[in-house]
């Protein structure tokens, strides 16, 4: 999603997302005409991607021609059951539409509205990590398994008003609104083990500890199992779970208007006005609630017996009763966030919020071209304004007056069943509703990262264009394609703050913000050649850019002075420090080539190609320290003038970059090509080939890309006769770095296994 771009009807648009990546299950498929995907840049092509571009359309009523009024519904069940109480394992998806054609087909109109609840439920296990033992093996530093259950629920509006009086005007206003909530309601039970540790004054694992001082940390018992170096089976003492009973919940709303007028001056001169707006409002909801047999040093502990598995879940067999009210209480049975909240958190409450916004306005005319190579030639200019907002307000949840708090008995639900855990039942309830009611105190989060969590972003881009359509006999073959070159000028800036750790739950903010202005430009060239009948050799090359991801370009970043290295003139021991954003960014740039073979067979109805495919990455993004001006900042009362404002800061930067190869093999054909009796059978396959390698950092060993499997393969087989359509789907990509949510919600990489 960094390098591919997704557009509405020829126009970028807003992201619910905190980067430009567009959520493509946000827009009905019901509602859209086609789908175009540009594998090669285009001059005329807006907000193209370095990949590849994806341009949603909605359906034109007077190219459609006919009226049609069309209904559907489906019904849909997962097997795996309803995981948690209050949750569903049922969905419904339906749609209507309407299309007509009034005034002599001067004026069409299409309306549609889409429904969608859709339940997906998962097991899910975590492990903390594997640490080493004192024997020297590996063993289960603790674990944090969930049952999921989550529902995707969406309404879709679609509307099209389309006017062409004559055959020199033509007038279309389009809108579109998606309603979008995805919630997932999270249960299980945390088990802090060989990094348990313990509380107060007591030491590591095994150690026993002085009553009434502190709690007993995880012992585990002699007589384990040791296979391959692993630990994987044996017993646990003084262990206190932590139950959860957690929420995700996103609600976002997508607003897109625009409105497209052509106009024929004569045979040789057109014009074309397209005004565009889109806003998207996120809100989200990522809730922890803690519950056990009482706080911190306080309540029964448990003895666990364990097994590791061969697919890596870990089974235990427990004493306590971890579905019994009167045992389980919301509390903080580790102690964790005793830096604000003392004794501990109950909970924490993430309430991030996004705003995106874009206003748009594109100008085209074209000119027709008569005894020449070329057809046609398109010049005209787009001008966007961007303007994206993340307001990062968090929360710790504290039990009033401290201490422990009774589930409340009208929050209460029958307990969750974590079987393939071995624990047989878990207390569940309302999380949310709890919190809503005011029974535990929201207590905002004081610290610097948090305050450096707010930024706002906001580009303007004018992309001026020319692109001469080729029409050309060559040496007898048909040559179609184009050839052309942008110019595109961003003026980016970000505000945000600047937070410094003072102390625990203390911390300063400074307003902070910058900014970047670029040119950059960007020849394209595509060529098609019919070498033979229905026998086609694409050729394309262009340079492209990627912008950079909108997170990455904030101003905001954490800081921190140490007085004890103020008179250090030496910028690797500067007092200052620091890590965020870096609103200076320039953006990915790739010079990419691009061929396929395509043969077409059986009235187009089947074709073969291959294609193969190289990008010179000319820059990446990556975080890395760099030197960073500290003039203006604070040091903070009493402390001594500093030597050096300078500092090293981590934050991304443009960094050298590497290159992308590929090649694909496509065949799609109807089977009744072997024989008439497979009338109606049909197939389509692909494989795809990927190798990668970037080294923006020269100090560093080069990586793969993330985000790409080097292998990707796509199968289908179907029936389509007669009204009735069946078909059988199978999808292989091989391992890859993917970009997944980590702590905090926040971005990190991980491996992710083939599928």
Not at 681 to 689: D, E, P, V
Not at 721 to 731: E, I, N, P, T
Request: net charge negative.
């Amino acid at each position: 999603p960094d390098f591919t771009t997704a557009l509405l009807n020829g126009r970028e648009m807003v992201t619910t997302g905190d980067n430009r990546g567009v959520e493509l299950d946000q827009f009905p498929s019901e509602m859209m005409s086609s789908v175009v995907v540009y594998k090669t840049p285009d001059a005329a092509l807006t907000g193209q991607g370095l990949a590849g571009t994806v341009d949603m359309k909605t359906i034109r009523p007077l190219d459609y021609g006919r009226r049609a009024i069309v209904a559907n519904a489906r019904y849909e069940w997962n097997d795996i059951g309803a995981l948690n109480s209050g949750t569903t394992d049922h969905g419904q998806r339906y749609t209507l539409s309407y299309v007509d054609q009034f005034a002599d087909d001067t004026i069409g109109i299409a309306l549609g509205y889409a429904h969608m609840t859709s339940p997906y439920q998962s097991e899910r296990f975590n492990a903390w990590g594997y640490p080493t033992y004192s024997d020297g093996n590996l063993l289960t530093g603790g674990v944090k398994p969930y049952v999921m259950s989550s529902e995707l629920e969406r309404d879709g509006y679609m509307g099209v008003l389309e006017w062409r009086p004559n055959d020199r005007f033509h007038t279309t206003l389009d809108a579109f609104y998606s309603e979008f909530k995805n919630t997932q309601v999270l249960r299980g039970i945390e088990f802090p083990l060989a990094w348990g540790g313990s509380s107060g004054d007591c030491a590591s694992v095994g150690n026993v500890a002085t009553p009434n001082v502190c709690r007993p940390g995880p012992s585990l018992r002699p007589g384990y199992t040791v296979e391959d170096g692993m630990i994987v089976a044996g017993t646990w003492d003084n262990i206190k779970g932590v139950v959860r009973n957690d929420l995700n919940k996103r609600d976002s709303n997508i607003t897109a208007i625009g409105w497209n007028t052509e106009f024929f001056a004569n045979d040789d001169w057109s014009f074309n006005l397209d005004l565009n707006y889109s806003k998207v409002e996120r809100n989200d909801i990522i809730l922890e609630t803690n519950a056990g047999t009482g706080r911190n040093i306080n309540g029964a502990l448990d003895t666990l017996g364990f097994e590791l598995t061969g697919d890596g879940v870990t089974r235990f067999t427990s004493q306590l009763n971890y579905a019994d009210p009167a045992l389980i209480r919301i509390t903080s049975p580790q102690g964790w966030g005793g830096d604000v909240i003392p004794g501990g958190q109950a909970g924490y409450m993430n309430t991030p919020s996004i705003e995106d916004e874009i206003k748009a306005v594109r100008f085209v005319t074209t000119r027709q071209l008569h005894q020449s190579p070329f057809s046609s030639i398109d010049f005209g200019v787009n001008y966007s304004e961007r303007s994206k907002s993340f307001v990062n307000d968090q929360y710790y949840l504290a039990v009033p007056g401290g201490g422990d708090l009774s589930i409340p008995t009208q929050f209460l639900l029958s307990p969750t069943d974590l079987g393939y855990l071995g624990i047989s039942q878990v207390i569940s309830y309302d999380a949310l509703a709890l919190v809503n009611s005011g029974a535990l105190n929201r207590i905002r989060n004081p610290n610097a990262d948090v305050a450096a969590g707010n930024w706002e972003v906001t580009e303007k881009v004018t992309t001026s264009f020319i692109r001469a359509n080729i029409d050309h006999n060559l040496w007898g073959m048909p040559l179609t394609g184009n050839v052309g070159v942008q110019a595109v000028h961003t003026d980016q800036s970000s505000s945000g703050f600047s937070a410094s750790q003072l102390a625990p739950g203390v911390s300063q903010t400074l307003a902070v913000q910058g900014g970047a202005e670029y040119l950059e430009i960007l020849p394209s060239a595509n060529f098609i050649v019919e070498a033979g009948d229905d026998l086609f050799v694409r050729f394309a090359a262009a340079r492209t850019l990627a912008r950079p991801r909108m997170d990455d370009m904030r101003a905001s970043r954490n800081y921190s002075y140490n007085p004890a290295l103020a008179q250090s003139g030496d910028i690797n021991r500067s007092p200052w420090s620091g890590g965020g954003g870096n609103p200076e960014l320039r953006p990915f740039i790739a010079d990419v080539a691009d061929i396929s073979i395509e043969k077409y067979f059986a009235n187009r109805r089947g074709y073969v190609s291959l294609a193969a495919y190289y990008k010179n990455l000319e820059s990446y993004v990556y975080n890395h320290n760099q030197i960073f001006d500290f003039t203006g900042y604070p040091i903070g009362v009493g402390n001594p003038e500093p030597a050096l404002r300078q500092g090293l800061i981590g934050a991304p930067d443009n960094g050298d970059g590497g290159w992308i190869k590929g090649a694909e093999f496509t065949v799609s054909a109807p089977f009744e090509i072997f024989h008439p009796m497979l009338e109606g059978f049909g197939g389509q396959f692909s494989a795809s080939w990927t190798d990668s390698e970037i080294q923006p950092d020269p100090t560093q060993a080069p990586t793969a890309l993330p985000g790409l499997s080097e292998t990707v393969v796509n199968t289908t087989v179907y029936y389509e006769k007669a009204g009735f359509q069946a078909r059988v789907s199978h999808r292989y990509r091989s391992d890859f770095l993917g970009e997944v949510a980590g702590f905090g919600n926040g971005r990190t990489l991980r491996s992710v296994a083939a599928e």
